[in-house]
Structures are given as C-alpha cells and as structure tokens.
C-alpha cells in the first residue's frame, strides 16, 4: 500500500528539480510528483512550466491526457479493471458493474470512507487470460466474480 506525503510546496520543488538535469524532464518529472502525494496537485502546473519554461497549458494538456495522472488523492488501494475488448468480450463489464456495486462507486471514484479507488485501465496485456485487474501493481488475471469479492475485501480491510 502506497504512502503519500502531504501536499508541499517546498518538497514538490524539490522532487521537480531532481530531473531537471534529464533532457525532456516533464513526465518524470510528473510521475515522481504523483508518486511523492498520490496525484498531481493543480499548484505544481505553475511550478513546472516556469522551471522548464513552456506555458502553462501545456503542462495541464500533458496531465489531462494521460489518464494515469491523477487530480485528486486516491484511495489507500487502487482498483484498477481492465476495459479492453479482449476483458469486456470475457466479462469485463458484469465485473466492473459488480464491482461499482459492491463498492459504492462507479469508475474513476473513491469509496466514502477512502479506502479504495476503483479505475478502468485500457490493456493490461493478459488478453489471454482476460477478464483481468491490478490491485494496489499486483495484476491477477482469469478474474471472476469470487476473485473480485477477494480483492475488494482485501482493499477494504
């Protein structure tokens, strides 16, 4: 289970400046902001294009089209269920309804209590072994209704 920092501006300058020696620094540069809070906080946009000097909107355009970056906090575990065609055509989408069920929350939320984030990801390439998930970057494949059941305990506990 992942632990996050609380937001800091101080500590986000200096998790940003970490990669500013690499040639094309943004991405990591993003990936360790969410990997220090648990997302990416709108405050480090400003922060970012002043250090790389591009323009704001480019900063925001590059975190809203990656969906992995997150805007929000997530939940103390992550549910991710995988949407490819090869997981739906193997009954991908009456798991991701129970799921949504048994949760309280539709894709893309966070349980009430804060306890679990449940996401869709596009392709975790276990086609063949599809319907699959990742829990927390632990991937199980051949998922059915009882193996979700234990997944979601298990983030719930």
């Not at 990936?31 to 922060?47: D, I, L, N, S």
């Not at 063949?128 to 979601?152: C, F, K, Y």
Request: net charge negative.
């Amino acid at each position: 289970m992942p632990h996050y920092e609380p937001w800091s501006e101080e500590r986000a300058r200096a998790v940003i400046e970490e990669f500013s020696h690499l040639e094309g620094p943004l991405m990591p540069m993003l990936h360790a902001v969410q990997e220090t809070f648990g997302y990416v906080p709108e405050a480090v946009v400003p922060m970012l294009a002043e250090m790389l000097n591009i323009s704001r909107a480019e900063v925001h355009g590059v975190v809203t089209f990656y969906h992995d970056f997150r805007h929000e906090p997530a939940g103390r575990h992550v549910l991710k269920l995988c949407r490819a065609e090869a997981c739906q055509a193997a009954g991908g989408d009456a798991l991701a309804d129970h799921a949504e069920h048994r949760l309280g929350c539709k894709l893309g939320e966070t349980t009430a209590d804060g306890r679990v984030t449940v996401e869709p990801i596009y392709c975790l390439g276990l086609c063949a072994t599809a319907p699959s998930a990742m829990l927390d970057g632990r991937i199980v494949a051949r998922l059915n209704e009882r193996r979700l059941d234990a997944l979601i305990a298990e983030a719930q506990s």
